[in-house]
């Protein structure tokens, strides 16, 4: 799955180029990509069409176009990238259809004509237009926005770590009052979002944490270091685009991240640990793989 970074660099490249626009015509190619829309093709399209795209925003790994017409509520297109997601603009040029276009959408201001589609080989990604509802604490939902509006379907989603209004001490002391494994809970997306496995390795790594360490166990001292270290590493990828691994996940210029070859942790097995030299051993907590310095990362 994309992570935080990623989906972040497909916002902040979004965001210059459709604020201001309108949307002159939609066209569905598959209609799988826009599934949760309860009334179909014809559903998107009716609330799509016609309005002025206000925003980019971004919650966890879910992204939204503000969207407004004249004299109607606002309304979200969200988006989740799935494995393979895209967005990708083709400006003022005759070019064959991307093979793995899901939807594409005709933007315009005065007399400029952007397109922008939305690509998905593997088409786990979704679209939908959604309803926006207030934020439970009445703070601004997002990377992005100011706005205290957020898509209904997201509204669950707890803030991640590089959300302006995340607040780093109530969620380590959430986390402490449960007994789950530390690397769970960070992956739970219900205390924080955002963090997936790569960058949940890298920041127990830094923080000298077992991923399978119970959370009740590990000090306020240390927990808060956990989602620091989570911060300062999802900062350094998203400086280069995020961690691509796989050729699929691109910016909406078509660029991948290279972040993956400052990893300290994940996906190195076997490799010397760069702060001790111990070699990093891969075991599986909660199902999922993680990387870990047997001699850095103890378990109580």
């Known amino acids: 799955m994309p992570e935080l970074p990623e989906v972040e660099s497909v916002r902040r490249g979004l965001a210059p180029r459709v604020v201001g ?13 826009i599934r949760h829309q309860v009334g179909g093709a014809q559903e998107f399209r009716d609330r799509l069409v016609g309005s002025t795209l206000c925003e980019v925003a971004r919650r966890g790994k879910f992204l939204w176009m503000t969207a407004r017409k004249d004299g109607s509520a606002p309304v979200a297109l969200v988006a989740h990238l799935g494995m393979s997601g895209q967005f990708r603009f083709f400006e003022n040029e005759a070019r064959p259809l991307h093979p793995h276009a899901r939807v594409t ?59 302006p209004h995340f607040d780093i001490d109530a969620v380590a002391g959430s986390l402490r009052t449960r007994s789950s494994a530390i690397k769970s809970l960070l992956l739970g997306q219900q205390t924080v979002s955002g963090i997936g496995n790569i960058y949940a390795d890298e920041a127990l790594w830094r923080a000298r944490v ?60 076997g490799e010397p640990c760069p702060r001790c030299g111990t070699p990093i051993r891969r075991i599986v907590v909660g199902g999922r793989s993680s990387h870990i310095c047997p001699r850095c990362q103890r378990r109580r």
């Open 105 to 163: 959408m005709l933007l315009g201001s005065g007399a400029s004509r952007t397109e922008l589609d939305f690509i998905d080989q593997r088409t786990f990604g979704y679209l939908v237009v959604d309803d926006v509802i207030g934020t439970s604490d009445h703070l601004a939902a997002g990377a992005g926005t100011g706005a205290a509006l957020i898509p209904r379907r997201v509204s669950h989603i707890a803030r991640d770590i590089l959300d």
């Open 210 to 269: 077992h991923p399978a360490q119970s959370a009740r166990q590990i000090s306020s001292e240390k927990m808060r270091l956990v989602l620091e270290s989570a911060a300062a590493v999802m900062a350094a990828a998203l400086e280069v685009g995020g961690t691509s691994f796989d050729a699929l996940y691109v910016n909406v210029n078509g660029e991948s991240g290279y972040f993956s070859r400052s990893l300290q942790a994940y996906g190195r097995t």
């Open 21 to 33: 626009n309108t949307v002159l015509d939609v066209a569905i190619l598959r209609d799988y990509s």
